[in-house]
């Protein structure tokens, strides 16, 4: 078993398996690329139906395998990734890196003519994600000038093609067109993913609700669920970086290699924050800090009467803007979860805390902003704008670990751009 390669942990790689005889070898890459840490998914043309079921890949994946580009199961599926099935604008969602091995003459035709009459092309032309393709063909086939011309064609629009690898073949002939072996194409996808970005610095990253008592059963809280701040995490340890992670009360596994503080309460947590703040060179902090706490926390259960109960407030620390306006502090991004004008919010929050950049995103229940499948709060989906002086980006939804990646990319090249000055 091939030792954890970090640049695949976490990933999702769905695995696109055409009709050829090499689809054997697909089996066990699925499971070395589980062995290096990626979650796979398994999508076969009707082709390679004829050469290995779809029963082994779900056995080996512990996941539904699809096969049809209308899948009545799989169109009436919640829209969150499930293994009830999910359809071809879904699967391309979530997807980190499309990986078809074996591909063939054929596939490699269809996909370079921009086709979608079948599941595995339709992902592929609706997917943002990395595409990568091994071709598996017979040496004549792999020589002649309109496949070549078709990888060229896919090479000019950024897919990356691993191998083929020349030997002999199971027609009998010896040549060029047989599939990498199972090691070397983990090795090849790994290669797709940046790591180091964030090589050597400390992070601090909060998430998470905070948790205010009124007395020992009853609390001010929120719906933060935490999940975007733990997902922030795991990208800047993809990229290296030394991470510590204060959250308030979630329901989550911290990833590995990261240091956990757990907290209730906004003022235990800028208690955690600010003991190890000088150690950090980038704070980033996505939890959800109750803005107020009851100014007297009853010691004894308020019973319930017919009587107007009146709840006084007092405002609980800014942690954000106590880390941004140190001396020296922090390379300072923060979050925002609004309702309503987010630019506008943002921008002022940008400026008011002496923030770096700060990534906004809608959390209103019903907002034309938002997209039909929910994002922020209790999602694993969400969309962020994030602003800096004089700069701005749109991160389209998509899965939270996708959009952290992505997030912990910006926020590096803002931070080296930074220093470097």
Known sequence: MPAMNASLHNKNILLGVCGGIAAYKSAELLRRLQDAGADVRVVMTAAAMEFITPLTFQALSGHPVHTALLEAQAEAASPDVSD???????LARWADLILIAPATANSIARIASG???DLLSAVVLASQAKLAIAPAMNHVMWASHATQQNIQTLKDNGVEIFGPAAGSQACGDTGEGRLLEPLDLVSAA?????????????IMITAGPTYEPID??????NRSSGRMGFAIAQAAIEQGARVTLVT?????????????INVETAQQMQQAVMSRINEQDIFIGTAAVADYRPQDTQTQKIKKSTNQMNLLLT?????????????????????????QNIKEHALSKLEGKNLQMIAANCVASDNTLKT????????EYNALQVFWRGGEVSLARCRKTQLARQLITLIAK????????
């Open 84 to 90: 009830d099935g999910m359809d071809h604008i879904e």
């Open 372 to 379: 039909q499948q929910d994002t922020g709060f209790n999602s």
């Open 414 to 421: 803002r931070y080296h751009e930074q220093t470097a000055t």
């Open 248 to 260: 308030g009360p979630v329901h989550l596994s911290e990833p590995a290699h990261c240091q956990r």
């Open 190 to 202: 790994a290669g797709l993913f940046q790591c180091g970005l964030l090589a050597g610095l400390n």
């Open 315 to 339: 405002p609980n620390p800014d942690i954000l803007k106590t880390v941004a306006t140190l001396e020296k502090p922090p390379f300072t991004v923060g979050f925002a979860a609004e309702t």
């Open 115 to 117: 086709h979608a009459d």
């Open 216 to 221: 020992p059963v009853r609390f001010i809280g």
